[in-house]
């Protein structure tokens, strides 16, 4: 089809596909990077939102799961399996709807979005709830696919990784360089491995002339990689990083370590504080777990370890009308009004 022919075909040189490979698309790819004025001169950096949520399910999960369903089905798998905590599973159901398999997802019970659900479910996935959370799923799915004909799709599969670290080809290719920080929310960590490989290979090979330091970001009750250890219960209302024990968890502390950059916890409030104010003054509206980035941002800047005139990119990771939960509770109910202009113009105090 004509257009942006989704990253496998954009970036197909620096992917494992071949010409026999069977591409399997949505066009995913080639979102927005925004400048974000309010966050620049709230911190006197240049800062820039990479807006995932414009990808075709919503979230940077069709970055990996484009080359993950991809390659599946090259081997010839008639069904794959995941474990998520929403939007893993809305964006595996789309691409096996796609490739015409059976796709099936194992979600904790009662802690994943509505509209997420309601991916995974429109696109006729097998879903089964889990009486455990994400990290029970996750052992449960891997057990399936060792013992059961049928592929993991989570970020433990290096396809997932290989597809989104495209993400930071766009950027690179957008602003003509790496940026000196790039912020992030984490929570499997497959999502930091993938960014900080991307841009190492930018780097390696010249397209870019450095690599920037990666800032990673974990929910306060979710933070087994700042705490050190593995978190048994996690809790946040960003469910999407609701994750006590990170599948990628040793490449997010060579990411850290290796880019000299930082993990640091955001709290709750915090994470509300930075999905308000990117929906009011950036007029971008993303879930609560994509947040996260931008929170950790603003309190390293709070905390006076920010320096100035920096180039800073935040990945934003998902659509906001997933998970619209918070933005109506956050906001007064609405007024009811006749069919009338004078009462309209009253309640608007025109
Ligand atoms: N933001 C969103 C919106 C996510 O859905 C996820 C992960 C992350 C950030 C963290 O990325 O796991 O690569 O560190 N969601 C997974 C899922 C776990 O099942 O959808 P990560």
């Known amino acids: 089809s004509p257009g942006w022919p989704g990253l496998i075909?954009?970036?197909?040189?620096?992917?494992?596909?071949?010409?026999?490979?069977?591409?399997?698309?949505?066009?995913?790819?080639?979102?927005?990077?925004?400048?974000?004025?309010?966050?620049?001169?709230?911190?006197?950096?240049?800062?820039?939102?990479?807006?995932?949520?414009?990808?075709?399910?919503?979230s940077f999960k069709d970055r990996g799961m484009t080359m993950a369903i991809t390659k599946a089905v090259e081997e010839g798998a008639k069904a794959v399996i995941c474990a998520s905590t929403g939007?893993?599973?809305?964006?595996?159901?789309?691409?096996?709807a796609r490739?015409?398999?059976?796709?099936?997802?194992?979600?904790?019970?009662?802690?994943?979005?509505?509209?997420?659900?309601?991916?995974?479910?429109?696109?006729?996935?097998?879903?089964?709830?889990?009486?455990?959370?994400?990290?029970?799923c996750l052992a449960l799915a891997s057990k399936l696919a060792i013992d059961y004909p049928v592929s993991l799709v989570n970020s433990v599969n290096q396809y997932r990784i290989e597809g989104q670290k495209t993400a930071s080809f766009e950027i690179v290719d957008v602003l003509g360089d790496a940026p000196d920080i790039h912020c992030l929310p984490v929570g499997n960590a497959g999502n930091i491995t993938a960014y900080w490989q991307g841009y190492r290979e930018y780097a390696a090979d010249g397209t870019?002339?450095?690599?920037?330091?990666?800032?990673?970001?974990?929910?306060?009750?979710?933070?087994?990689?700042?705490?050190?250890?593995?978190?048994?219960?996690?809790?946040?209302?960003?469910?999407?990083i609701r994750i006590g024990n990170p599948a990628s968890w040793t490449k997010a502390l060579a990411a850290r370590d290796d880019s000299g950059g930082r993990i640091d916890a955001v709290t709750d409030r915090a994470i509300l504080s930075a999905y308000r104010l990117l929906a009011r003054t950036e007029a971008v509206?993303?879930?609560?777990?994509?947040?996260?980035?931008v929170a950790g941002l603003l309190q390293v800047h709070a905390a006076g370890e920010l320096e100035p005139g920096q180039r800073i990119v935040c990945t934003v990771t998902g659509n906001g009308l997933?998970?619209?939960?918070?933005?109506?509770?956050?906001?007064?109910?609405?007024?009811?009004?006749p069919v009338d202009?004078?009462?309209?113009?009253?309640?608007l105090g025109l």
Not at 87 to 93: F, G, I, L, V
């Open 9 to 58: 075909e954009a970036y197909r040189s620096r992917l494992p596909v071949s010409d026999t490979t069977p591409v399997i698309t949505l066009h995913e790819g080639a979102t927005p990077l925004v400048h974000a004025r309010e966050l620049s001169s709230r911190t006197g950096c240049e800062v820039y939102l990479k807006v995932e949520g414009a990808n075709p399910t919503g």
């Open 87 to 96: 939007n893993t599973s809305a964006s595996a159901a789309a691409y096996a």
């Open 99 to 136: 490739a015409g398999i059976t796709c099936a997802v194992l979600v904790p019970q009662g802690k994943i979005a509505m509209g997420k659900l309601a991916q995974a479910l429109v696109h006729g996935a097998q879903l089964l709830q889990v009486e455990g959370n994400f990290d029970d």
């Open 208 to 240: 870019a002339t450095s690599t920037p330091r990666m800032w990673g970001f974990q929910a306060a009750g979710a933070a087994p990689i700042v705490n050190g250890a593995v978190v048994e219960n996690p809790s946040t209302i960003a469910t999407a």
């Open 285 to 293: 509206f993303v879930e609560p777990a994509s947040a996260a980035s």
């Open 322 to 337: 997933k998970d619209p939960e918070w933005a109506i509770s956050g906001a007064p109910a609405p007024i009811t009004i």
């Open 341 to 347: 202009a004078a009462a309209a113009a009253a309640q």
